[in-house]
């Protein structure tokens, strides 16, 4: 069954009715030649989501009943939120689908000493909104009960700030030989966790240095060097699976 997202305000549980708006008006009426009483499921974008029915399909907008509110809980209590260094080229589309398929709550855009991609205010605006596009679609794919936050993009020392927002903070380096990323997970209580994922270049020793300064782990996350578009996903894999729902049942 195909799923969408609604904002909260578009559900009114005394009718028991939800409307969808926007983008996905066309893609359910057009694309996938949805009619009446075709049956969807629309989640809330805050992890409640219902079983549907088409009641009504018009230009802008399109109205269901609710037949039911399903129970299975998408989302994961701990809260990842991945700091990506700029990659360069289409990078940044795989990384962005694959941290939302896997669950992670928030990606952080940021410019570090080695990123080669640089956006200049004219075109930023034009690509987070694709990016956020992409977060979207890969929400609905994967099921997600919300939709990953996108934010960015930061400087470095920005980044460093909002991370001491965090209970934990991760470090994934290629130079770091002792501490492996489960290591630096050991008796971890932490609600909130940020991993920083260096670009293609990695991190320069002042940034690594910086990151340790606000007590930020640098960790291992093994032998093999890892381009920055699978350690970013294998480092929030390994996160989510050692201490929270990735890998376990439904």
Not at 6 to 35: A, F, M, W, Y
Request: charged residues 35%; proline residues 2%.
């Amino acid at each position: 069954m195909d799923r969408f997202f609604t904002p909260k305000n578009n559900i009114n549980l005394e009718q028991n009715t939800c409307i969808i708006e926007g983008e996905d008006v066309k893609h359910i009426s057009r694309v996938l030649r949805c009619k009446e009483s075709d049956k969807l499921e629309v989640c809330d974008m805050d992890n409640n989501e219902y079983i549907c029915e088409i009641k009504e399909i018009n230009e802008d907008s399109i109205l269901l009943d609710i037949i039911e509110k399903a129970n299975i809980k998408r989302e994961s209590d701990l809260k990842v939120k991945l700091y990506q260094g700029m990659p360069k080229g289409t990078k940044m589309e795989l990384i962005l689908q694959k941290l939302t398929e896997i669950g992670v709550n928030e990606i952080v855009l940021v410019q570090t000493k080695r990123s080669v991609t640089k956006i200049d205010n004219k075109k930023e605006d034009k690509k987070i909104e694709r990016w956020e596009r992409i977060i979207y679609e890969a929400a609905k794919q994967s099921k997600r009960g919300k939709i990953p936050k996108l934010t960015g993009v930061l400087t470095f020392k920005e980044a460093l700030e909002d991370m001491k927002n965090n209970d934990l903070n991760l470090c994934p380096y290629e130079n770091e030989r002792t501490i492996s990323i489960k290591e630096g997970l050991k008796d971890s209580s932490a609600n909130t966790i940020g991993i920083f994922v260096g670009p293609e270049g990695g991190f320069e020793e002042e940034e690594i240095e910086k990151i340790q300064n606000i007590d930020g782990k640098v960790v291992s996350l093994g032998p093999r060097i890892l381009r920055t578009e699978t350690a970013s996903v294998v480092a929030s894999s390994i996160v989510l699976y050692e201490l929270s729902d990735l890998g376990g049942n439904i």
